[in-house]
């Protein structure tokens, strides 16, 4: 979620009727949260993130290894969604 969101009158409303999500509100400005980029491939990202990071913690690939072949991954991904006109 964004700050934007998070302000919005809307929200607003919605967190004074369910108070206990106040806290993750509350947590945003963190430096230890970032908010995952608004693009079309955000899901894809995540899980192959997500899935590389496994691996790496596994120790079945070495983080440099982990880093290249999910760049290569990411990199492919997104020339074919830009030549399907995402």
């Not at 963190?30 to 980029?37: D, G, H, L, T, Y």
């Not at 491939?41 to 192959?48: S, V």
Request: proline share 7%; aromatic share 8%; glycine share 4%.
């Amino acid at each position: 979620m964004t700050p934007a969101i998070a302000c919005s009158r809307v929200y607003q409303e919605y967190l004074a009727k369910n108070p206990q999500f106040k806290t993750f509100v509350d947590l945003m400005p963190s430096k230890n949260i970032e908010v995952m980029p608004p693009i079309a491939y955000q899901t894809f990202l995540t899980d192959h993130i997500a899935a590389m990071e496994d691996s790496v913690t596994r120790g079945t690939v070495s983080p440099e290894a982990g880093l290249a072949q999910l760049s290569v991954t990411i990199e492919r991904e997104a020339k074919r969604r830009r030549r399907l006109g995402y």
